[in-house]
């Protein structure tokens, strides 16, 4: 209604354990981005989570920062991976 | 073929039941294969100098059974083998526990190889998944890894990366 958009963004790993929860809320403006998001979270110092190295996933698919969020997206960060 | 074996990705989950590579291999390759292959990752008791007790892996679940897979299909195509199957296992693992099977048949060895080692390669690229090293003297860390992208290509390695 009032052209922002609330985004449920997943956390994992060491992002998890420093926000000490493991779904964050983030406000965005409409038609905003995967790089909006980057900034959002990096300017919450009580987040206390470091994007550096860390990817962010829309609909389970890798987004670079241009990427558009919409209501509704299924959203993650991703710190750097370590499968094996 | 035998009955019971079929081509393609047999199957490519994250799971938490305890692995073991034989139950793979037994469901795996066809009177035409004349190559199968078992690759299996055990967690060790040391990384870096320092004794390991414990490691806590963690993923994102949902996307995770989605990238591997993509990455086992793709290493069918790219490769030429007739069947893989490949599981990774999630929660606390204390060595020697299997954490990683990759099975592969193919009608010769190389493809068989070579879809092996593109699965392993490339899910340590892109698996959302991750590790913590609990250490003998009680202390814990997050291992440092490498940042995801979609493609095969301009992918960035953390230089804190601790783990080949």
Redesign the interface.
Known sequence: MTGRVEVLV?L???H??AAGGSVVSVQLAEGGTVGDLRRALAADPALGISLE???V?VN????SDEAPIVDGDEV?V??????? | MSPEAIGGVLVAEVTEEELKGSDLLRRIGGVSDGAVILFEGRVRDHNTGRSVVCLHYDAYREMADEVLRDIASEALRSSGASAIGVRHRVGSLRPPSVSLVVAVAAAHRRPAYEASTYVIEELKRRLPLWKREEYADGTSRWLGGRTPSSGRTGLEEQSAGVLR
């Open positions: 997943r994992f790993g060491q998890r354990e190295g860390a990817a996933a389970r698919t890798y987004q993650a991703i710190p750097p991976v370590a499968g094996g």
